[in-house]
């Protein structure tokens, strides 16, 4: 269980932390700001 809650966490940085890079270096938005609040609300 506890690995399974680690992967989860580990993909949703990445996800992230891809699209920071895409919003601060003008590639545009990968995701809304409702996306992106998303998962700290849950």
Known sequence: MQDNK???IRQ???KLN???DAYY???G???SD???DAP???
């Open 29 to 31: 938005e990968m995701m």
């Open 34 to 36: 409702h996306e992106w």
């Open 18 to 20: 891809t699209a920071s």
């Open 6 to 8: 680690q992967e989860e």
């Open 12 to 14: 949703l940085v990445e």
């Open 40 to 42: 700290s609300t849950g």
């Open 25 to 27: 270096n003008g590639k």
